[in-house]
């Protein structure tokens, strides 16, 4: 669930007046998201979310996600847009929290993933990349391959607590990517966190992308490797290359993968295994079995790195080359 | 938090097509509540609250919940109205729960209650209990007198481990309300949990009163007395006795108390106070620390009924008799 801090009926109500977005009717908090407090916000003016930004997300960072949003919209990614206030400020304060009001997106993210809803994420991811190519602003990804280690170390001793052996076959992995980690890639913003609970879609098609907190300056390609992980293995840990073709025949209808993306492919789905894997990892092993937080299993997370591990090339993804 | 069933959005949007309600736009769980799972569902028609029922409410009751709020609706109560399905039933089925589909109300509960809240909630609640004399299903209270010994016998050898004394004082005290527990007290419908988050109120006025999962057929003073503890004590553990003037006040305008009910106010809060002292009691020494519920602190409640057992009558609520 997704509501840390209390909001009151008063604070609310000489908070939304410092907007021009009419009178509060109601606030609700929202029990989806991990990351920070939302809540479904409606005034006579329409439908909005309120986010509270909490410990985990750097307020140094929120100029960067905030921009990043305006820069989208305007360019016709569907996200939500930042409400700024009657002062032309966004990003303001709330409950003791930075706070933003951003627009209201209809969709619902699907449960059951089709290769019609892989087919829109790859078109959908290769509009976002390309919309953000001319963003000016940077952000280092703060989860990318020299993060690794340290966040594995933190886990190392207990990893064999989830399967036997798993430290030293982290270990063996990490040795791997390291020394096979593609550099020079093209790179630009990317949303770095594209699950299906982020996508919206409507009737069918993508109608929306929120939670845009994990986006950084990064290889682009290693932004598909995240999404082929996230959207194209099936329950049971079948790799589903139907998927897989939609999804990057789609992206590259929008934005030609290179050579050197394209070889790179295995090595960036097997690093962004290793990511989801050592934060799943270190959470599986850090929250309480009955804690607010649903904990997600680190393991499905190794079945993939696994086979990536063993693919032999890119066509293994449905790509034709 | 409240969303302990997962709705899918195919189950959803199939669910939907069963009313004339539109188009379903998305659909958010909803962090508030501990009962059941609810939903803020918008469609293209408007916004509208899902609530999947959960084990704790008996599905036998459903129609008397159901049939009260359409019964007070039509009385001009501000209350969720259940909306009918093309077939014109209310109670269906989603995600193998018993699920219902109601209005949306504005406003948002106060955090901090001032005696302008307590006058409207004593109209509001002496409004709802006329509104709801000519209702003609009944529901036996299940947390009233006779239910209290049982319950306190699941926390009686456990009771020491919140307060040391506690289980001998709450059984004289249980002994003491048995023996004085007022009979023939007008009777109707009572809400039976009219607590501050149950009420909405906008621009200063009581605007909704939802939650009417706890309504059952009993002594309407016996409502009047929950909501003493509920609204009229500050935070700090003392009477407000201004809150309660204003709240008795009120109700009286809409619906006069007789002598008997006046006489009876002080054991009701006592027992009232009883009421919630138990099943917290309960909850305290049966949910983990770190659950997903947040814990009400029982004591509250006994401090509550100690307050009432030292008053020397209604006099002591502000009452001009």
Redesign the interface.
């Known amino acids: 669930?997704?509501?840390y801090t209390?909001v009151?009926?008063?604070g609310?109500i000489a908070f939304v007046a410092d907007y021009g977005i009419g009178?509060?009717?109601?606030?609700?908090?929202?029990?989806?998201g991990v990351e920070n407090s939302n809540f479904?916000l409606?005034t006579s003016s329409g439908?909005f979310i309120l986010t509270l930004y909490e410990k985990r997300v750097n307020p140094a960072d929120l100029p960067f996600f905030l921009g990043l949003l305006d820069h989208l919209a305007a360019s016709g990614v569907p996200c939500p847009v930042p409400v700024r206030g009657r002062d032309g400020q966004a990003l303001r304060r709330l409950s003791g929290r930075p706070a933003v009001i951003v627009s209201?997106?209809?969709?619902?993210?699907?449960?059951?993933i089709t290769p019609e809803h892989c087919a829109d994420v790859g078109r959908g991811l290769a509009e976002f990349h390309v919309a953000g190519s001319d963003f000016e602003m940077t952000r280092k990804n703060d989860l990318s391959l020299p993060d690794w280690r340290p966040l594995f170390e933190r886990s190392h001793d207990r990893a064999d607590e989830v399967m036997s052996g798993l430290g030293d076959k982290l270990e063996m992995e990490l040795v791997g990517l390291e020394t096979g980690w593609p550099e020079d890639l093209p790179s630009g913003v990317i949303h770095a966190d594209l699950f299906p609970d982020n996508v919206?879609?409507?009737?069918g098609h993508l109608s929306g992308i929120i939670d845009f907190y994990f986006a950084c300056t990064d290889a682009y390609a290693y932004d598909i490797a995240i999404c082929l992980n996230a959207w194209c293995f099936e329950v049971d840990g079948s790799f589903n290359i139907t998927k897989a073709r939609r999804m990057l025949g789609n992206y590259r209808k929008v934005r030609e993968l290179t050579d050197a993306e394209l070889m790179a492919l295995p090595v960036l789905a097997k690093g962004a295994a290793m990511r989801f894997l050592l934060t799943r990892l270190y959470d599986w092993l850090n929250t309480?079995v009955?804690?607010?937080v649903t904990r997600k299993d680190p393991l499905e997370y190794w079945r993939k790195l696994r086979f990536h591990g063993r693919v032999e090339g890119p066509g293994a993804y449905g790509l034709e080359l």
Not at 104 to 112: E, H, I, Q, S
Not at 200 to 203: H, I, P
């Open positions: 669930m997704a509501v209390e009151s009926d008063e609310l009178e509060v009717l109601s606030c609700k908090g929202i029990a989806e479904l409606t439908l209201f997106l209809a969709g619902m993210w699907p449960r059951r919206f879609f409507r009737g309480p009955d804690a607010l």
